[in-house]
């Protein structure tokens, strides 16, 4: 029979207690550990599910129309703001366009944001653009470069026709690109192939 007398009971009891204490602490670590591991690896699955690729969608990106239908000619009038599409000389598509923050002038150098003006042609198209779909134009050319390097400066490159215009929106933002709604650069990525010769003019 316990007596709470007995000194030696005493010590029994605060060992018992001690005993139980450190049994209550360490089975809470263990469940804070296990759910700070759940947490940690809820965490990582989430992270790998946004970074993962996402499966790209099908008939991406879209097929060229059949060649009846291509443009042989593109016309680009920057002081309208507007872009033809052209075949055997006759206007097929008419799209209003947006330029880079300097419309005004030919392109001379990098950084410049100004559109250049000339005959060029398209060289490259793009469908893993970061503006939905791109078309190349093959701005500089040997007479861009050479007065480029005249002056010591770069003459400055990757001209593109592409997308990423929210519909409506009608101020300048590129950087001397010629920029379309998402709708209307895949209906010219339908009509363009590589090698259409384009006329940028002021």
Not at 7 to 30: G, K, M
Not at 59 to 88: C, N, T, Y
Not at 92 to 119: F, N, S
Not at 169 to 176: E, M
């Amino acid at each position: 029979m316990f007596d709470p007398q007995d000194p030696h009971a005493s010590r029994s009891d605060s060992v018992l207690s001690r005993v139980a204490t450190a049994r209550s602490a360490t089975a809470r670590q263990r469940a804070i550990a296990s759910a700070s591991v759940f947490a940690l690896l809820f965490a990582f699955a989430a992270a790998f599910a946004v970074s993962a690729p996402v499966a790209a969608k099908p008939g991406w990106p879209p097929s060229l129309a059949p060649s009846s239908q291509h443009a042989d000619e593109i016309r680009v009038f920057k002081q309208q703001r507007r872009m033809d599409l052209l075949r055997r000389g006759k206007v097929i598509r008419t799209y209003r366009v947006l330029l880079g923050d300097a419309p005004v002038g030919h392109k001379r150098q990098q950084g410049d944001e100004r559109t250049p003006e000339g005959r060029y042609s398209i060289t490259f198209r793009n469908d893993k653009s970061r503006f939905h779909l791109s078309l190349r134009v093959s701005y500089p050319n040997e007479a861009d470069r050479a007065q480029a390097q005249k002056r010591g400066v770069d003459p400055g490159g990757d001209i593109m026709i592409h997308g990423g215009t929210p519909p409506g929106y009608d101020r300048d933002w590129t950087d001397g690109c010629i920029a379309l709604t998402n709708d209307q650069i895949e209906e010219v990525w339908r009509l363009v192939p590589i090698g259409t010769p384009i006329l940028i003019e002021p």
